[in-house]
């Protein structure tokens, strides 16, 4: 639960409380669930979710307090992802707690709250009466999904919430996704492989498909990893030890180098730049 973070496309992580239950087949080998099995913090599946400390709560208040100073530093606002050990629209979550987080994002206004969900059918329900026609400019509201069918499905529903910045977080990568259809499309996309074990493959082809559409939709991409060097087209088809192939290619479990390069752009509207 510490609120610094190796996740690439954000600065801090904040979990209001943990537990899921697993509803698609991007779940299957799900981190934080094997973060619960270690921990013995929460069970996951259909049990009680729990919330985290008063003294937990305290730390985005904190970081609110240093925004400017780390504005000055790196040029830009801090970001906070929401929830890496929870779902923020899970419907088995005490409705209290999660207007509790809602007053707390909106004492952080500096602060640039990501909240990713695989539930975006219940976020329409669950936001607060202020939201407004434009939501929230220190909210950025994003869905998973691990494949087309999963894509489609949420992005019907998403593109019906009014938000600063929507992204797409397209991982687990397990099936082919294109954004070159009708829409509603995402302000960004995250694009990664799976990693660990029992990690399914990622073919390069996918992401060499939705960068082309990402392109031409005018949509941010952010490659954050292959997952496996196997899936790599840099190191894959190469027979060396797994430590010189993170030689020729260190960005990210699986390598992050996309025909030689790093692809990791951001949204520029809202406060997103």
């Given at each position: ?137 220190n909210v950025w509201l ?10 489609d499905e ?120």
């Open positions: 639960m510490a609120d610094t973070t190796q996740i690439e496309w954000t600065d801090r992580t904040f979990n209001p409380w943990t537990g899921c239950t697993k509803i698609s087949p991007g779940c299957d080998n799900c981190y934080a669930e094997g973060w619960s099995k270690r921990s013995g913090h929460v069970k996951w599946g259909n049990n009680p979710r729990k919330r985290t400390t008063d003294a937990y709560w305290k730390a985005p208040l904190a970081w609110e307090r240093d925004a400017k100073a780390f504005e000055a530093r790196f040029g830009r606002r801090q970001r906070v992802f929401c929830a890496s050990l929870a779902d923020v629209f899970d419907n088995q979550v005490d409705p209290s707690w999660r207007a509790d987080l809602f007053d707390l994002i909106r004492l952080t206004p500096s602060l640039d709250w990501q909240l990713l969900t695989k539930r975006p059918q219940n976020i329409k329900k669950m936001l607060p009466d202020s939201w407004g026609a434009l939501g929230w400019p994003g869905f998973t999904a691990e494949d087309q069918k999963r894509y949420r992005a019907a529903v998403m593109g019906k919430v009014p938000a600063s910045v929507w992204f797409v977080s397209y991982e687990p990568a397990i099936g082919p996704l294109r954004l070159n259809g009708k829409g509603p499309f995402p302000n960004w996309l995250i694009i990664g492989g799976e990693s660990g074990p029992g990690a399914r493959a990622m073919e390069p082809q996918w992401v060499s498909d939705v960068l082309d559409d990402c392109r031409r939709g005018g949509i941010a991409p952010f490659f954050k990893q292959w997952g496996q060097y196997e899936n790599n087209p840099l190191t894959g088809q190469l027979q060396l030890p797994k430590a010189d192939m993170k030689g020729i290619d260190p960005h990210g479990k699986g390598g992050g180098l996309v025909g030689g390069q790093i692809v990791r752009e951001f949204p520029v509207c809202g406060h997103a730049a």
